[in-house]
C-alpha cells in the first residue's frame, strides 16, 4: 500500500538546514496497523505529511497505491490525497461554526455527491463512531472524545485507502485515548489500513506494528502483539 524508499527531508532555516529525515526506508501492506514511535522532534509529523502529500521529500521515492508520488500538481496531489487518505489531528480541526454531521459531510462536498447523499452517508458514519445523537451539535458542545470521533467519521467518510493519524490521543486523558484507540482498532479490524503517530508506549502497544524514529532514522522495526482496548480500561 505503502513504499519508500531512501527518504531525505531537510528545513531550510535562512543559510542553515536541519536535515530530519535522514533516508527512510519502509512500506505497509494493506491492512496493517502501524504507529511511528519516537520523542518530541524526531521525524514523526514530517513523516506523515509526506506520506499525506502535504509536503515533499528532497530525495527518495515514495509509492501509494501503486502510485509514484512526486512532481504532481496542486489539482492532482489533491484529488489523490481526497481518494487515498484520510487524515485525523491531534487538535481534531473540526470546523467550529459546522454540527457534527455537517462536518463529517465536508469532505463528501469536495467529491461532488449532492447534499441528499451526503447527509446520509454522514449520518451512517456518525452512528458508527457512536454519535448518530449527537448530529446536531456544534464541536464545541462535545467533550474531547466526541470531537475526536466526529474527527474519524470525517477522516473515514471518503472512504480512504488509508487513515494516518497525529497524535490521535495526544489532546485526550488516558481512559478517553483508549476508546478512541478502540475505535481505531475496529476500523482496521475492517480491513483498513492505519498509521498512528504517537510518542506514548501505551498507545503504540495498540497497534500490530512500531516503528522507532530516532532523529530522523528508524531504530527498530517490530512486529507486537496488540494489546486490545478493553485490556487496558
Ligand atoms: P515530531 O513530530 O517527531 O515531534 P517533527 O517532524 O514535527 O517532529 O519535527 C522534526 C524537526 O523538524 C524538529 O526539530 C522541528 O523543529 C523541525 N521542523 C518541523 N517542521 C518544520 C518547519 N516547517 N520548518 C523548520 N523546521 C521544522
Ligand atoms: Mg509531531
Request: proline residues 2%.
Amino acid at each position: 500500500m505503502i513504499e519508500i524508499k531512501d527518504l531525505h527531508k531537510s528545513y531550510k532555516m535562512g543559510s542553515n538546514s536541519l536535515h530530519v529525515l535522514k533516508g527512510i526506508n519502509f512500506s505497509v501492506a494493506e491492512g496493517e496497523l502501524v504507529s511511528i514511535m519516537g520523542s518530541s522532534g524526531s521525524g514523526k509529523s514530517t513523516l506523515l505529511n509526506i506520506l499525506g502529500m502535504l509536503d515533499e521529500a528532497d530525495e527518495g521515492s515514495y509509492t501509494l497505491d501503486g502510485v509514484a508520488i512526486k512532481n504532481l500538481n496542486e489539482k492532482i496531489a489533491a484529488r489523490y490525497r481526497n481518494k487515498f487518505l484520510g487524515f485525523i489531528f491531534q487538535s481534531f480541526n473540526l470546523i467550529s461554526y459546522k454540527n457534527a454531521l455537517d462536518n463529517v459531510a465536508l469532505p463528501l462536498y469536495y467529491q461532488g455527491i449532492k447534499r441528499g447523499e451526503r447527509i446520509d452517508k454522514a449520518m451512517s458514519y456518525l452512528e458508527k463512531v457512536g454519535l448518530a445523537d449527537w448530529a446536531g451539535h456544534l464541536p464545541n458542545e462535545l467533550s474531547g472524545g466526541q470531537k475526536q470521533r466526529v474527527a474519524i467519521a470525517r477522516a473515514l467518510a471518503s472512504d480512504p485507502k488509508v487513515l494516518l493519524a497525529d497524535e490521535p490521543t495526544g489532546a485526550l486523558d488516558s481512559k478517553t485515548s483508549y476508546d478512541v484507540m478502540n475505535l481505531i482498532q475496529e476500523i482496521n479490524d475492517e480491513g483498513r489500513t492505519i498509521l498512528v503517530v504517537t510518542h506514548e508506549p501505551d498507545i503504540a502497544a495498540m497497534t500490530k506494528r512500531i516503528v522507532n524514529l530516532k532523529d530522523g532514522r528508524i531504530i527498530q522495526d517490530t512486529k507486537v502483539n496488540q494489546v486490545r482496548a478493553q485490556q487496558n480500561v
